[in-house]
């Protein structure tokens, strides 16, 4: 079992900047993937960025160079750095684990973020 709790979301100016942070708990284990989410009103939720237990990224085409992800492994968090905000990053992002060897996913309640003048 494994619980994720998200936090750092708020009400932001387009321009400004915003950062996520999400705890793990439980029994994690490696290989695993960490990955932030979002989902805006009536659209289909969306991968915004993702980093392996061995320090692979990738990004979504809309944030790459605004956004970074980064983890700390010793206290079992991910970070997303977001930067240069604009009111289409408006959604509630959620935190995701993913066991690679049990192919097993885990999801956090999720953060509103309002880029919002």
């Known amino acids: 079992q494994v619980q994720l709790v998200e936090s750092g979301g708020g009400l932001v100016q387009p321009g400004g900047s915003l950062t996520l942070s999400c705890a793990a708990s439980?029994?994690?284990?490696?290989?695993?993937?960490m990955a932030w989410y979002r989902q805006a009103p009536g659209k289909q939720r969306e991968l915004v960025a993702q980093?392996?237990?061995?320090?692979?990224?990738t990004y979504a085409d809309s944030v790459k160079g605004r956004f970074a992800i980064s983890r700390d492994n010793a206290k079992n968090m991910v970070f997303l750095q977001m930067n240069s905000l604009k009111p289409e990053d408006t959604a509630v992002y959620y935190c995701?684990?993913?066991?690679?060897?049990?192919?097993?996913?885990?999801w956090g309640q999720g953060t509103q973020v309002t880029v919002s003048s």
């Open positions: 995701n684990l993913q066991n690679i060897l049990a192919s097993a996913n885990y």
């Open positions: 439980g029994n994690i284990f490696r290989p695993n993937r």
């Open positions: 980093m392996t237990s061995g320090g692979a990224t």
